[in-house]
């Protein structure tokens, strides 16, 4: 199920739209890689709509109890001439949203890093907590990924994300809080 509309024209590749379903739900995107220039330009929008949690992990099993839907839109803007090389220059936003879900007890812990609580589910079974919202906005700049905003609430605890993703780097300087 894809749809896209592909255009090069002066080393400029364009596709708008590149619409596909994935997980149950659609990515709708367009996507202009400038090459007339070194190094290339590369600009990105997409966004995401009914994407089943439990259907973009099929293979992980503390997802296989999970349900809700992923909602997201991405704008950013990059130079390079390897994907490594656009992500370590990006700049601009990327903004998710869950509402109504669930998720395993077991992806919860291990998600506040209690290993113990995991280990125990593991051994006793394993709970659905419900989802109330998980929101997220993260900036781009040069590169550096930032979380301005992400939080996953759900009936067990608050789980708040700070810090950043360094794609220029390949470096992580993260706190997950739960509360």
């Known amino acids: 199920n894809l749809e896209t ?11 708008d739209p590149l619409k596909f379903g994935v997980a149950g739900g659609t990515v709708g995107s367009n996507i202009r890689l400038d090459g007339s220039t070194a ?6 929008n997409l966004g995401a709509r009914h994407l089943k949690l439990k ?7 503390p997802m296989q109890t999970a349900f809700g839907e992923v ?47 995991y280990v125990v589910n593991k051994l006793f079974g394993d709970d659905v907590v419900k ?20 939080a996953f609430d759900t009936e ?3 789980i708040n994300v700070n810090g950043t993703v360094n794609f ?9 809080v739960p509360h």
């Open 156 to 158: 067990k605890a608050l």
């Open 39 to 44: 190094p290339m330009k590369g600009r990105l």
């Open 55 to 61: 259907e973009l992990f099929p293979t992980f099993a």
């Open 168 to 176: 220029r780097d390949e470096k992580l300087d993260i706190d997950i």
């Open 71 to 117: 909602n997201g839109d991405a704008s950013l803007t990059a130079t390079g001439n390897s994907p490594a090389a656009l992500l370590g220059t990006s700049n601009g936003e990327v903004k998710l949203l869950i509402n109504d879900g669930a998720i395993s007890s077991s992806l919860l812990e291990i998600a506040g890093l209690n290993v113990g609580n």
């Open 131 to 150: 989802i109330n919202c998980m929101a997220a906005d993260l900036v781009s700049t040069n590169g550096v990924m930032e979380s301005k905003l992400f």
């Open 5 to 15: 509309h592909l255009v090069m024209k002066d080393a400029v590749l364009t596709l």
